[in-house]
């Protein structure tokens, strides 16, 4: 009887953790939506930091139906569809594009105001934009 109380608590944790990480990763989907303005590159094979202003205009717009779109003064430099997930190795929420061959993003960090993506590798970039819709 004693194993079976047992059991019967660890499934209920189980279903606990499954749905708490169902409820931030939708009101991450949420904050993620909208037009950003690409501020700061870091990283690569150097460190190198790179600063931007506003011309050439560097933008990000990322719909709430997933569509990915990178614009330089209002000329598309790429665009997908994406999906997000959160992967257990970074315990971030990830961006995997669907159609290209291009690296996922991980989200490091989301706010109303700014939002930082991280390539996800070792000599890889990380890039700093602020919201301006």
């Given at each position: 009887m004693r194993g079976i109380i047992c059991s019967f608590i660890f499934i209920l944790s189980l279903f606990y953790f499954a749905c708490k990480d169902?409820?931030?990763?939708?009101s991450n989907e949420n904050v993620l939506g909208g037009i950003w303005q690409l501020k700061q590159q870091s990283g690569g094979f150097?460190?190198?930091?790179?600063?931007f202003s506003d011309t050439p205009k560097y933008l990000l717009q990322i719909s709430i139906d997933n569509k990915y779109i990178e614009t330089r003064n209002d000329t598309i430099?790429?665009?997908?569809?994406?999906?997000?997930?959160?992967?257990?190795?970074?315990?971030?929420?990830?961006?995997?594009?669907?159609?290209?061959?291009?690296?996922?993003?991980?989200?490091e960090?989301?706010?109303p105001d700014s939002l930082i993506l991280w390539d996800g590798l070792m000599d890889g970039y990380t890039s700093f934009y602020i919201r301006i819709k």
């Open positions: 169902n409820i931030s990763n939708t150097i460190g190198q930091t790179i600063y430099t790429f665009s997908d569809s994406f999906t997000t997930y959160n992967d257990s190795t970074y315990k971030k929420q990830v961006i995997d594009f669907v159609n290209s061959k291009r690296f996922r993003m991980i989200v960090q989301v706010t």
